[in-house]
């Protein structure tokens, strides 16, 4: 019971109040599953909750349903046996909170964990910054790289793709043909087989003419080519009257200015003429910068092209994609065969792909450029550009990075550890002074003191620590008196326990079952069941105001009072019981206090409920015929209040007859009042209907699955007051009266 105080002493009036619903059929919902029930017959079990102080609970002998094993249960609720008596001891320790075992084992001092707390700050920002400079670096020589091979990707793209298709498919007889196009600029008489007779009459001719095809790159080209052109006419003028020879002199010359006639003469002698940023480089002997040429125009040694000399052109080309793969043709270097990964796609019409050169491993990449289709004179072609750059300057870099990162990350960390070494030496040694003053106050020496070595928070914490022995030492005496004042509640507590029936009453036909758990060592709830006679069985539920041990003796005069007056007399009235036991109680009861109780006579044979309340809560009555639940409280005041003509005269009885499968109910306030973190009470209405829900189990699952739904409600809430339910089924034993 919650009060603190006496209840105002006025007579409830008799009331039966029903709750419809749909039967409490199949399955319960309010738990959401189903709680354990005890496996022994015969066996005292405990259902409790980790935290929870002991409880009580005597399990009948039905069980018509299967039972639920253990780990079916939600949270830390435990099924703990007590029916053998050797284990005894264990149990109550157990419930306690006592566990065996030594002392846990120590683990990493303050100085180890400060040193691997730094060291560990020191390598992982180490680590961090030498993935982001290495990411970094090795991104930017690879986006040089990258913005190199689509410039030249470019580049070969910019020149015109006849010359290309020039370099890739002209053969004598169209260079003969544009030989004779040149010539018909400015000598109408010129053909082919002029060409031919030309040539055989002249075989110098005919030599210069091939050598120009084999001159490759320069400048000179075209001045050599103008001047081969001049030598032909003056051989061929001098059959010319002198007006055609003028003429042809005037053609020429006009032919020698036409920016077309030229172009065409490019085409022919010096058709990669165009592509001058690839030629220009450094003269392999004097060392100058020559733009454009072959040679050096200074001492006519070989030029190596700066695109060559760098080492990161391994080789430029460009194919004809119109006439085949076979088609290219090498525009700067030779790689020879190249072993590569798929293409990706980068945008901008570009295809990348890593790979390398298949007989010496150099690592390379290749940018591959599209265009396409262009009208050229010999129809539309497409053409792809191919640029292959080597990486080895980048995984030399990778190699290079590596140690000029490393180094100074490593420097660091050894600075870090020597630091962290330090400062944990600063701070663990006042520490471990502390701890060998603790240990040795630990052993038993409260008059032992330490000493303040630093004026810190570890200095601060001494002088704390000495005033706490102080402390600990008025302490120890009181926990002198506070262990003689526990081992007298031990056995207020294990007095209280024998009060409470050792045994389930078993009755043919009925199925009962009862649970109490108190809220302190000693509680004021109880509950009792009497044999009046051959035919007649008292139940009670009682509740004292108060708690602890003054809840207790009230409890136990109470029981006493009720028990003596019911086997003595031998009464079937439980209103004429509870008027006996009031006028002894009343007449020793300190003022203030009151004892609830809901007092029951059951003729077994017949199945005839009596009914009598000490102001106490409404027994429950659920109707198996039509699943509702009957509230049943008749009028009266509690025990205590009174010494006998208002309490004799406001205490009625009444009488119900219960049908096969009707379940009873007799609770205390604490069940229904039980109280969550936040406040809440279960309160009657939902605990009404979980009752109606959980009425056609067996009375042991019924009573395991109420106590799981009031401890997942109250949660990690203390329990605030005492609990106690007894609950009875009838199942059909014995005569209908």
């Known amino acids: 019971m919650s009060q603190n105080g006496p209840e105002k002493p006025n007579p409830p009036p008799t009331t039966r109040r029903i709750i419809k619903g749909p039967a409490a059929t199949g399955r319960p919902t309010a738990t959401g599953t189903h709680a354990a029930a005890p496996t022994k017959t015969g066996a005292s079990t405990v259902v409790k909750k980790s935290g929870d102080p002991p409880s009580t609970r005597v399990k009948a002998h039905t069980q018509k349903h299967p039972p639920v094993k253990p780990e079916d249960l939600h949270g830390e609720v435990e099924v703990v046996s007590s029916g053998a008596e050797e284990d005894a001891t264990r149990v109550r320790s157990r419930v306690r909170g006592d566990h065996e075992g030594g002392p846990a084992p120590r683990g990493l001092g303050l100085r180890q964990k400060i040193m691997i707390a730094m060291a560990s700050v020191t390598i992982v920002t180490s680590i961090l910054i030498?993935?982001?400079?290495?990411?970094?670096?090795?991104?930017?020589?690879?986006?040089?790289?990258?913005?190199?091979?689509?410039?030249?990707?470019?580049?070969?793209?910019?020149v015109d793709p006849e010359v290309w298709l020039a370099a890739m498919h002209e053969d004598d007889a169209v260079r003969y043909e544009r030989l004779t196009n040149l010539m018909k600029g400015f000598d109408d008489s010129w053909s082919e087989s002029a060409a031919q007779q030309f040539f055989q009459a002249n075989p110098a001719f005919k030599d210069e003419h091939e050598s120009l095809y084999r001159g490759g790159l320069g400048e000179g080209r075209r001045k050599t080519a103008i001047e081969f052109f001049r030598r032909m006419i003056e051989k061929r003028k001098e059959?010319?009257?002198?007006?055609?020879?003028?003429?042809?002199?005037?053609?020429?010359?006009?032919?020698t200015s036409n920016a077309e006639w030229l172009r065409g003469l490019n085409m022919?002698?010096?058709?990669?003429?165009?592509?001058?940023?690839?030629?220009?480089?450094?003269?392999?002997?004097?060392?100058?910068?020559?733009?454009?040429?072959?040679?050096?125009?200074?001492?006519?040694?070989?030029?190596?092209?700066?695109?060559?000399?760098?080492?990161?052109?391994?080789?430029?080309?460009?194919?004809?994609?119109?006439?085949?793969?076979?088609?290219?043709?090498?525009?700067?270097g030779e790689a020879g065969k190249i072993t590569r990964s798929g293409n990706r796609d980068v945008g901008g019409g570009f295809k990348v792909a890593d790979g390398y050169v298949t007989d010496t491993r150099v690592p390379i990449r290749q940018y591959q450029l599209d265009q396409g289709p262009i009208e050229t004179r010999a129809g539309p072609v497409k053409l792809r550009y191919f640029v292959l750059l080597s990486l080895t300057k980048i995984e030399d870099a990778r190699s290079s990075l590596v140690w000029t990162i490393f180094l100074p990350i490593l420097l660091a960390v050894c600075v870090g550890l020597a630091i962290a070494w330090w400062i944990s030496e600063r701070i663990s040694e006042p520490v471990r002074i502390l701890m060998d003053d603790i240990n040795a106050v630990s052993a038993g020496d409260l008059d032992h003191k330490t000493q303040s070595h630093s004026s810190d928070e570890i200095g601060q914490l001494a002088v704390t620590f000495n005033r706490m022995t102080q402390a600990l030492k008025a302490a120890h005496n009181q926990e002198l008196e506070a262990k003689a004042l526990e081992h007298e509640l031990n056995i207020a507590s294990e007095i209280q326990a024998n009060l409470v029936p050792k045994k389930m009453l078993k009755l043919p036909g009925y199925d009962i079952s009862a649970y109490y758990r108190p809220s302190k060592e000693v509680g004021g709830d109880y509950y009792d069941f009497i044999e009046i006679d051959d035919q007649h069985n008292g139940i009670i539920v009682a509740d004292v105001s108060g708690k602890g041990v003054p809840g207790s003796l009230v409890m136990s005069m109470a029981r006493a009072?009720?028990?003596?007056?019911?086997?003595?007399?031998?009464?079937?009235?439980?209103?004429?019981?509870?008027?006996?036991?009031?006028?002894?109680?009343?007449?020793?009861?300190?003022?203030?206090?009151?004892?609830?109780?809901?007092?029951?006579?059951?003729?077994?044979?017949?199945?005839?409920?009596?009914?009598?309340?000490?102001?106490?809560?409404?027994?429950?009555?659920?109707?198996?015929?039509?699943?509702?639940?009957?509230?049943?409280?008749?009028?009266?005041?509690?025990?205590?209040?009174?010494?006998?003509?208002?309490?004799?005269?406001?205490?009625?009885?009444?009488?119900?007859?219960?049908?096969?499968?009707?379940?009873?109910?007799?609770?205390?306030?604490?069940?229904?009042?039980?109280?969550?973190?936040?406040?809440?009470?279960?309160?009657?209405?939902?605990?009404?209907?979980l009752v109606q829900q959980l009425a056609t189990r067996d009375s042991n699952q019924f009573l395991n699955l109420v106590v799981k739904s009031l401890d997942e409600h109250k949660g990690s809430a203390p329990q605030h007051d005492d609990m106690t339910i007894v609950t009875l089924r009838y199942t059909g034993g014995g005569a209908q009266g």
């Open 130 to 158: 030498f993935v982001v400079v290495y990411v970094k670096a090795v991104g930017q020589l690879s986006d040089e790289i990258d913005s190199k091979g689509y410039a030249m990707a470019r580049l070969l793209q910019s």
């Open 561 to 689: 009072f009720i028990r003596m007056e019911a086997e003595r007399t031998r009464n079937n009235s439980p209103s004429s019981t509870l008027k006996h036991a009031n006028r002894m109680l009343a007449a020793d009861i300190k003022k203030g206090m009151f004892v609830t109780a809901m007092y029951c006579i059951l003729n077994r044979e017949s199945g005839e409920l009596a009914i009598s309340s000490a102001g106490h809560n409404p027994m429950v009555l659920w109707r198996a015929a039509t699943g509702e639940i009957e509230l049943i409280n008749p009028k009266g005041i509690a025990l205590g209040f009174d010494k006998g003509p208002v309490f004799e005269r406001t205490v009625a009885e009444e009488k119900t007859q219960l049908q096969v499968g009707d379940r009873i109910v007799l609770y205390t306030d604490g069940t229904v009042e039980a109280m969550n973190e936040r406040n809440e009470e279960y309160g009657d209405k939902r605990f009404f209907g």
């Open 268 to 332: 022919l002698v010096d058709p990669f003429g165009e592509v001058k940023p690839l030629r220009a480089g450094t003269c392999g002997k004097c060392k100058k910068h020559v733009a454009g040429a072959d040679k050096c125009p200074a001492c006519a040694s070989p030029v190596t092209p700066y695109a060559l000399a760098s080492g990161e052109v391994v080789q430029m080309s460009v194919v004809d994609v119109t006439r085949g793969e076979g088609d290219a043709s090498v525009a700067a």
């Open 239 to 255: 059959r010319w009257p002198a007006a055609q020879q003028r003429a042809i002199d005037d053609a020429f010359k006009a032919c």
